[in-house]
Nanobody, 115 residues
Framework: VKLVESGGGLVQAGGSLRLSCAAS????????MGWYRQAPGKQRELVAS???????KYTDPVKGRFTISRDSAENTVYLQMNSLKPEDTAVYYC??????????WGQGTQVTVSA
């Protein structure tokens, strides 16, 4: 399984970015697709996840600002990030879990929000 992320970059506070992660290498649908982030000096944390049944989960700081979605036919997961804040600055990682509970990670994409 290979994950290719895109959409990171530099944005001013209050702006928006949309992250994409395309998973290839399998003919199955992933049970869970999600995004994590890791800021300098901090542990990696879950930002949002979405199951194959389209159940979503968000960490409290992003609720109401971020929206996760997926295209199961294309095995692609998206993260729409609105009203970005400087504290959202981090490397964002895509993560997927296959039907056999194997977990895969993307290479990470930098999101920088300037004040």
């Amino acid at each position: 399984v290979k994950l290719v992320e895109s959409g990171g970059g530099l944005v001013q506070a209050g702006g928006s970015l949309r992250l994409s992660c395309a998973a290839s290498g399998g003919t199955f649908s992933f049970n869970v697709m999600g995004w994590y982030r890791q800021a300098p000096g901090k542990q990696r944390e879950l930002v949002a996840s979405i199951t194959s049944g389209i159940t979503t989960k968000y960490t409290d700081p992003v609720k109401g600002r971020f929206t996760i979605s997926r295209d199961s036919a294309e095995n692609t997961v998206y993260l729409q990030m609105n009203s970005l804040k400087p504290e959202d600055t981090a490397v964002y990682y895509c993560n997927v879990v296959d039907p056999w509970a194997n977990s895969y990670w993307g290479q990470g994409t930098q999101v920088t929000v300037s004040a």
